[in-house]
């Protein structure tokens, strides 16, 4: 497996933050619209030390751009986002399995990087190089057949052509409906839960490329829980969980990268 490389020279006293799944949009808009203020929240208490920002995917529990049209709401984050931008905090950008349909928008509103793949990170610092991969986390390892072909269905340019010449009132409609039958829709079921090395897809997919690839760091979203979890002797498999309920971030200092928890205002 061959991944896109990239790398980020850490300054001195800055950090690189990680977070992902924040499914703005769901379980309703008064509360979607609380989650949002905490994670406006949330980048301005870390905005004086951040260099990099990586937000990991699902952003939106739906997102798509049409060619003069995107989804309607969400300014406080979008407008918090812009000004990190333009302070000159990098943002990179994950899609996710509810809005793999980011195109140019954030790139040319807010200057952020979008990725639609896992991307191999060498984070150099004085104490040396840190080798992260990072991506959102659908799709990836062994199982989940059935969302891998829906997932080629959704990427296809022809059902993006479909979609795009559906009048947007109609089509937003079609994907609110989609969402609330989502998993974080309905987050007081409890069906997220921890299902042992062998039946974490992404640990296994951690597995897999570190027998082939060896990275220090793999981080993840998608699965809505907070894991952090030993590869090897060398290697961790992070995942950053979500913020419906969690509002957990993963941040490198430079020498090592850990979760965190944002409560109540404070780290």
């Known amino acids: 497996m061959k991944f896109e490389t990239r790398t980020i020279s850490l300054q001195p006293g ?3 933050y990680f977070s992902s799944d924040y499914h703005l949009g769901v379980p309703s808009p008064a509360s979607s619209r609380e989650r949002e203020k905490l994670i ?3 980048l301005a208490s870390i905005e004086h030390d951040a260099q990099t920002i990586f937000l990991v995917g699902d952003l939106f529990d739906f997102w798509f751009e049409y060619k003069t049209v995107v989804p309607k709401g969400f300014v406080r984050l979008l407008g918090k986002l812009a000004e990190l931008s333009d302070k000159g905090i990098e943002l990179i950008i994950f899609t996710g399995n509810h809005d793999m349909w980011m195109s140019g928008y954030l790139t040319q509103e807010i200057g952020a990087s979008i990725y639609r793949n896992p991307v191999s990170f060498n984070f150099v ?4 190089t840190t080798k992260v991969l990072v991506g959102h986390g659908d799709g990836l390892g062994p199982g989940d057949s059935t969302y891998k072909f829906l997932k080629r269905i959704f990427e296809s340019p022809f059902f993006q052509l479909i979609f795009r010449i559906t009048h947007p009132d109609f089509g ?3 994907a609110t409906a989609w969402s609330r039958r989502s998993r974080l829709a309905n987050v007081n079921k409890g069906e997220e839960r921890f299902l042992g090395e062998e039946n974490e897809w992404l640990f296994q997919y951690c597995k897999e490329v570190e027998s082939k690839d060896p990275h ?3 981080i993840f979203g998608h699965r809505h829980l907070t894991l952090d979890m030993q590869v090897n002797a060398h290697s961790r ?4 969980g979500e913020w419906v309920t969690q509002q957990h971030f993963a941040v ?3 020498a090592k990268i ?3 928890k944002y409560v109540n205002g404070t780290i």
Do not use: A, C, H
């Open 252 to 254: 490198f200092d430079g």
């Open 125 to 128: 610092t004085d104490l040396g």
């Open 40 to 42: 406006v929240s949330w």
């Open 172 to 174: 937003i409609w079609i």
């Open 237 to 240: 498999y992070i995942n950053l």
């Open 216 to 218: 220090q760091y793999y």
């Open 258 to 260: 850990e979760l965190k």
């Open 14 to 16: 800055k950090r690189i």
